[in-house]
């Protein structure tokens, strides 16, 4: 019998947020029913919905979502009768007031999200939802910035704050298994709350680094329909479950309609799947959030450069989420040197 025979592993959906970015948060109103109304039915436990970037975040910046977030609240609190409804914020692009505005529509769970080495800035929002009573997780992005120890000291902090769970993000899909393992491995060390991983598939390696993270202690794995998601997507959630529950997790969710919800999201979210691209591959190896992918591909056409040198430099200048408008400094950057016949930008993608 596995080791792992029985051991529940919650599973966390963001197709409904995550997803957005492939699409330029172009979702609508149907969409969201449809695959809304196949999840519950599949039982998955959480359901995220939401703007790519979550909470308030609709913008210029990042790019303006064809729904509100009120109303994308609102038609998943009136289309979930067995799934929790979550909701993702960054501190800077939300406020706590946008988090009242969430638990208005009876939001079941928020996630709280930071750089790797900034938990700090969740502490007033997490103490909040401690003292309103609302399962709160913390998250931390980028996280190949940071060791594992240091993760682990964020993550401490989190729950000091008032954290109901902790994890983290493989933003820009950049981590190996061993990477994942020894990160888990030492938050679950620091911690006495369920922990998570969330994996991005820039290498191939999301499943397996999702597996890994299972097998380290996480007790909740983050994966979308059909890998729906950032850059080259995220886990892919109707692989993950049956493969978990191979291995004995147990996840309680109902295979078949599990698959039927993800050939839903094949036919109703995405003009196709995400795919493992060469700019998607560069991204993972610089370590550079996966939703810089398509705002990296525009302006590199605009400017005549190459959205691989981008990336690099990008990865080199360790960039982070909220940093969009460093792509057209490097990329003029990259422009001006091409045009001055120096070769900066090549070569800084060696593996």
């Known amino acids: ?18 997803g957005q970015h492939a ?22 436990p959480v359901v995220e919905v939401g703007h790519g970037n979550g909470l308030a975040a ?46 208005a529509y009876e939001v079941d769970l928020v996630r709280i999200a930071t750089h790797c080495t900034e938990a700090s800035v969740a502490e007033r929002h997490l103490g909040f939802l401690r003292d309103e009573g609302v399962e709160a997780h913390g998250i931390l992005l980028m996280t190949h910035m940071a060791s594992p120890d240091q993760l682990a000291e964020e ?20 981590f190996l298994p061993s990477d994942v393992m020894a990160r888990i491995g030492a938050i679950c060390a620091a911690v006495d709350v369920p922990v998570m991983f969330h994996g991005h598939n820039n290498l191939g390696m999301a499943v397996a680094n999702s597996i890994a993270a299972a097998q380290a202690g996480a007790g909740i794995l983050d994966a979308c329909a059909r890998g729906f998601g950032a850059g080259a997507g995220n886990t892919q959630l109707e692989v993950l479950v049956p493969v978990l529950e191979r ?37 993972g190896l610089a370590g550079v959030f996966s939703g810089f992918k398509k705002p ?56």
Not at 2 to 12: C, D, K, L, T
Not at 37 to 43: M, R, T
Not at 79 to 92: C, D, N
Not at 265 to 281: C, K
Request: glycine share 10%.
């Open 23 to 44: 699409v330029r948060h172009s979702l609508g109103a149907e969409q969201f029913r449809a695959y809304l109304k196949a999840a519950d039915a599949a039982a998955v």
């Open 155 to 174: 993550c401490a902090r989190l729950v000091g704050y008032g954290a109901t769970g902790v994890g983290i993000l493989d933003s820009s899909g950049h």
């Open 247 to 283: 291995l004995g997790f147990r996840t309680g969710i109902d295979l078949y309609r599990l698959l039927d919800a993800a050939d839903i999201a094949g036919r109703e979210l995405m003009p196709a799947p995400p795919t493992i691209d060469s700019v998607s591959i560069v991204s």
């Open 296 to 351: 990296v591909l525009d302006i590199a056409a605009r400017e005549g450069v190459d959205p691989r040198d981008v990336f690099f430099e990008l990865g080199r200048r360790q960039v982070v989420a909220g940093q969009e408008d460093l792509i057209v400094e490097v990329a003029l950057a990259l422009r001006a040197a091409r045009d001055g016949g120096s070769p900066a930008g090549r070569g800084t993608g060696s593996c």
């Open 58 to 103: 609709s913008s210029l910046q990042v790019g303006r979502a064809r729904l509100s977030d009120d109303e994308m609240m609102s038609i998943a609190r009136e289309t979930l009768t067995t799934s929790k409804l979550g909701v993702l914020m960054f501190p800077g692009w939300a406020t706590t007031q946008d988090i009242k505005n969430a638990l």
């Open 1 to 18: 019998m596995s080791q792992e025979a029985g051991r529940p592993v919650q599973i966390h959906d963001p197709t409904l947020r995550d």
